[in-house]
């Protein structure tokens, strides 16, 4: 009588389970916790981060007047924005080679052949390093784009080929529309200068050309003048953060003396101040009898019918004629 052959029952003793399945748990338990740990320590420095978002202007009620003050706190919308990509960015990257470190530790220890597997990442690697290398540039400078707070949505950028307002900020791509309804999807990688007209503060700067025989230090206390009141103003004096300025003389030449005055406002709004304050200041030389002087100009004709002119029309000869301000001798 022939008995059947039995299967070979496996060792379910102690020793086994105390062998590579412990061994393999301590791994997953491991790579858990520490996933755990860098998620903890990356939500420190998302958030250390986003502290570190500079001061805000930021409108108050002063004395029941709206005021445009500098705010040292946080901008609320920015720094969730900027905690929430920092954060997300990082902790996925983390826990990523965390539990491919952990995987790769795992088939070692069922005694699988992980050489051919390495050996593949790495010739995959070294192919994504040379096709990759711009999108990986990309990332990267959308990363510290966003650490360093450079711009957000809602700022007025200069991106160089590119300005206007920020409408989406990626890791990727930065998004901006100019003044004209173009929307501009600019690279981050191609970034190389970030001009953010939104933080802080900004500045107005008017240059005014009047006669040369202006009498300047009248000019100076006019021009100081006007600007002062325009704080007062129902429309735009909110904006102004601090007293006008005027920086004195900016250029001199034959028919004009340009005077400059710089008024300080709140971020985007220091082109309605100018407005007003071109506006202001047109009314004001109304007021003083004094116009901005007209350049000299050259008039090149191609015929030789200029009044007073000794050459035909059949000539066809080359004539300039000079033209100047009335009364200056031109």
């Not at 986003?50 to 007047?65: E, H, K, M, N, P």
């Not at 003050?69 to 609320?76: K, P």
């Not at 019918?305 to 029309?313: D, K, L, N, V």
Request: with cysteine; charged share 20%; aromatic share 4%.
């Amino acid at each position: 009588m022939l008995l059947p052959i039995s299967s070979p029952v496996p060792d379910l003793s102690w020793q086994f389970w105390l062998d590579k399945p412990l061994r393999i748990l301590i791994v997953l338990l491991g790579a858990t916790l520490l996933a755990a740990v860098a998620r903890l320590l990356i939500r420190r420095v998302s958030g250390g981060i986003a502290r570190g978002t500079r001061s805000r202007i930021v409108r108050r009620l002063d004395r029941g007047r709206p005021r445009w003050v500098e705010d040292a706190g946080l901008a609320g919308a920015r720094q969730s924005q900027r905690a929430t990509t920092i954060g997300s960015v990082l902790s996925s990257v983390g826990t990523v080679l965390i539990w491919a470190v952990a995987l790769l530790m795992v088939l070692s220890e069922l005694e699988y052949d992980i050489g051919p597997v390495l050996a593949s990442a790495g010739i995959a690697g070294v192919a994504l390093s040379f096709g990759a290398q711009s999108l990986v540039k990309d990332y990267l400078s959308g990363i510290f784009i966003v650490a360093e707070d450079q711009l957000g949505i809602g700022d007025v950028v200069d991106l160089g080929e590119a300005s206007g307002t920020v409408e989406s900020v990626g890791l990727r791509v930065t998004q901006v529309r100019d003044v004209n309804g173009t929307l501009w999807h600019v690279r981050n990688g191609e970034i190389l200068r970030v001009g953010n007209q939104s933080q802080g503060w900004a500045r107005c700067v008017l240059d005014l050309p009047v006669p040369y025989d202006t009498n300047i230090e009248l000019m100076t206390e006019l021009l100081l003048h006007e600007a002062t009141l325009l704080r007062d103003d129902p429309k735009v004096g909110e904006f102004i953060t601090e007293d006008p300025e005027v920086w004195g003389v900016e250029a001199v030449t034959g028919e004009s003396v340009t005077v400059r005055v710089a008024v300080r406002t709140v971020p985007l709004k220091q082109w309605d101040v100018a407005r007003a304050l071109r506006l202001r200041m047109k009314k004001m030389l109304d007021r003083e009898g004094l116009h901005v002087p007209l350049l000299n100009q050259t008039v090149i004709r191609q015929d030789g019918t200029e009044p007073g002119s000794s050459t035909t029309p059949e000539t066809g000869q080359v004539r300039a004629v000079r033209r100047g301000v009335p009364g200056s001798g031109a």
